[in-house]
């Protein structure tokens, strides 16, 4: 039975090289992360690359280790994990990627105890990196079981550079005669956005971010949790999905939906976030007390998910461009529970992004798709400086689609600059 068993194993590690080998060959896109790789293999740290399916992680980790040695376990094959045994698994490994350096493990949250194992492969001094689908299990799970031992390597979709770096263009240098093409881009990934297996077959991004949609729900929310009402989380996220950019509490959306419970409102909210599916981004406010009750922003993490799910009769072009300065702001760095608020002034007029560094404000921003009318420039110029004396903050933006220029209001500077430039 031993044999069988190990046999068995052996089988599927040599299938998983043939796949491993297979994603070598092919051609990838360097994605743009600000960390070296060279530095962090060097590391004896565990790199943990983490983010929403199909974005890129295993892509990344197979770029950092390309002309490496290196053993590979992918834990999202159900094989894998039917017949797993560690002790096995870890001499067939030698077995199959003689003398390894590095270890890669995938999508590893689908591993039961899988931190328990981790532990004694860090111990044994394994080189890791570790790729995970799961914002909740890789952080406080890492952070708890193996604080100080792990660098974080956070992955998103595609960004506008990237997307345009797919199609021969440099972002920072367009040519006159490529105008007329990066503006047709720049309003594709606006409607789009950017996943990276839907860059080349455009005509198929809805259907095919439909399908990651409900995988996304199924898989890592109603199975991961057994969830029993899968109508309710369904049109949860949904509803959330129609609602990106909007304020809503656990009380309006258990209301809207008819859920009972406010607590499981919450509980389903957060089992949206764990796939980096959903963001909540609180109200800025002193009081601890009073940023907790406020309502949320809601964000989602690519704007193609709007035009694959939502319910919308209508372009949302502002919100569009809001939500992909939401997810840029979070390439950038920004944490929405630390770094990154909503503010309403106390005439409650509204700012989309107060900013923070080391506990001070440091730029407030809002968003507004054009600025060629008279109320538009009246509304978002008198929030900005509304909140600037409020706030004690000088540094006031404006991103649009496509507009650049300074506004002088009750005097303050306002800078109105595309977003795209302000992310360059």
Same mark, same amino acid.
């Given at each position: 039975m031993q044999r069988i068993l190990r046999n068995d194993m052996k089988t599927i590690l040599l299938s998983q090289r043939k796949e491993r080998d297979d994603l070598l060959a092919q051609n990838y896109i360097s994605r743009h992360i600000t960390l070296n790789a060279d530095e962090l293999l060097s590391s004896h740290l565990i790199k943990l690359i983490t983010g929403p399916r199909r974005v890129g992680k295993s892509t990344q980790a197979l770029l950092m280790l390309r002309n490496k040695n290196f053993a590979y376990l992918n834990f999202d094959k159900?094989?894998?994990l039917d017949n797993w045994n560690a002790d096995l698994v870890m001499r067939l490994l030698d077995e199959v990627y003689p003398g390894y350096d590095y270890l890669l493990l995938d999508e590893v949250q689908n591993l039961p105890h899988w931190d328990i194992w981790v532990t004694e492969l860090f111990r044994q001094g394994k080189n890791m990196i570790?790729? *995970?689908s799961n914002a909740n299990m890789l952080s406080s799970e890492m952070a708890?079981?193996?604080? *100080?031992?792990?660098?974080?390597?956070?992955m998103l979709p595609f960004s506008l550079a990237e997307f345009f770096e797919w199609h021969h263009l440099d972002q920072k240098a367009i040519l006159p005669e490529q105008r007329n093409e990066a503006t047709v881009l720049e309003d594709d990934y606006l409607r789009l956005g950017g996943y990276p297996e839907t860059v080349a077959a455009r005509t198929l991004a809805t259907s095919y971010l439909s399908t990651l949609f409900d995988s996304i729900i199924w898989k890592d929310v109603v199975k991961r949790h057994k969830i029993r009402k899968t109508e309710d989380i369904n049109n949860m996220a949904l509803y959330l999905l129609t609602n990106f950019c909007n304020q809503l509490s656990a009380n309006d959306i258990a209301n809207a939906l008819n859920i009972g419970s406010v607590a499981t409102t919450q509980?389903?909210?957060g089992y949206l976030h764990e796939p980096f599916l959903f963001y909540y981004m609180p109200r800025y406010n002193n009081k601890l007390k009073l940023m907790t009750k406020a309502p949320r922003k809601i964000y989602v993490? +690519? @704007?193609g998910f709007v035009a694959a799910k939502a319910f919308s009769t209508? =372009? @949302?072009l502002g919100r569009l461009l809001e939500n992909q300065v939401f997810v840029n702001l979070l390439r950038k760095g920004y944490d929405p529970e630390k770094s990154m608020f909503y503010y309403r002034t106390r @005439? =409650?007029?509204?700012? +989309?992004f107060v900013l923070r560094e080391n506990n001070r404000v440091k730029q407030l921003v809002q968003v507004s798709y054009e600025m060629t009318s008279e109320k538009t420039i009246r509304r978002e110029c008198s929030a900005l400086t509304e909140a600037a004396q409020e706030l004690h903050c000088n540094d006031l933006y404006v991103l649009t689609y496509n507009e650049k220029r300074t506004i002088e209001w009750e005097g303050c500077t306002i800078q109105v600059l595309p977003s795209s430039e302000w992310f360059q």
């Open positions: 159900q094989e894998l570790i790729t *995970g708890t079981v193996l604080t *100080g031992k792990y660098l974080p390597i956070e509980k389903f909210m993490v +690519d @704007n209508s =372009d @949302n @005439n =409650d007029k509204e700012i +989309d």
